[in-house]
Nanobody, 114 residues
Framework: QVQLVESGGGLVQAGGSLRLSCAVS????????MGWARQAPGKQREVVAT???????TYVDSVKGRFTISRDNAKKAVYLQMNSLKPDDTAVYYC????????WGQGTQVTVSS
């Protein structure tokens, strides 16, 4: 089973930046579709960014222009660069294997103070 391990969460002031990393096991990483999702207290988990094997990306409207998803196939890692953070970005962030199977990391807490 493919394992996903996130790192890089923490506490940051509004307007600041954080970079999340996800280390992925599995020999076929370059073909995987990967994503980042978040879940705030009392809210449903939502996928905020997706990156395909081609490098194409999509974002939910609330993070467009502020977040950037990227991947390094040699390192078997996916990243989420988060800039201009807002208190509403506070959530547990999860790395997600989207395709060919669905799997989730354990999550990392991001807290943005006002």
């Amino acid at each position: 089973q493919v394992q996903l391990v996130e790192s890089g969460g923490g506490l940051v002031q509004a307007g600041g930046s954080l970079r999340l990393s996800c280390a992925v096991s599995g020999s076929m990483f370059s073909g995987y579709t990967m994503g980042w999702a978040r879940q705030a207290p009392g809210k449903q988990r939502e996928v905020v960014a997706t990156i395909w094997s081609s490098g194409s990306t999509t974002y939910v409207d609330s993070v467009k222009g502020r977040f950037t998803i990227s991947r390094d196939n040699a390192k078997k890692a996916v990243y989420l660069q988060m800039n201009s953070l807002k208190p509403d970005d506070t959530a547990v962030y999860y790395c997600k294997l989207v395709w060919p199977v669905v799997n989730w990391g354990q999550g990392t807490q991001v807290t943005v103070s006002s």
